[in-house]
């Protein structure tokens, strides 16, 4: 069975930092694309991050230069850095991977999804 465990979200104030992890089992990122993704009450489910399993990182343009993707081969996890936060980024944040994506980025081809941690940034 799949399944993704993501942890670190929480509440911080507007310039707070926060690291989502998302660790798998039954899974391995290894040789997989993975991506995290949000959605906030009534929004659309946003991209966030993508890493190819070639190690190539796409960022949605409304976080760039703020959060960075990043793997730990051993522990078969995936995080997701975040600066300078901003009370629009509070969402649940969502960890998707699938064996080959790109080049389409769109979340419904993701096959496997974590259950989400929520992230609220208050001003």
């Known amino acids: 069975e799949v399944e993704f465990l993501e942890s670190g979200g929480g509440s911080v104030q507007a310039g707070g930092s926060l690291k989502l992890s998302c660790t798998a089992s039954?899974?391995?990122?290894?040789?997989?694309?993975v991506g995290w993704y949000r959605q906030a009450p009534g929004g659309e489910c946003e991209m966030v991050s993508v890493m190819t399993r070639d190690g190539t990182k796409y960022y949605g343009d409304f976080v760039k230069g703020r959060v960075t993707i990043s793997q730990d081969y051993a522990a078969n996890t995936v995080y997701l850095q975040m600066t300078s936060l901003r009370p629009e980024d509070s969402a649940m944040y969502y960890c998707a991977s699938s064996g080959r994506v790109w080049p389409s980025l769109s979340p419904g081809d993701f096959t496997y999804w974590g259950q989400g941690t929520q992230v609220t940034v208050s001003s």
């Open positions: 039954g899974f391995s990122f290894d040789d997989s694309d």
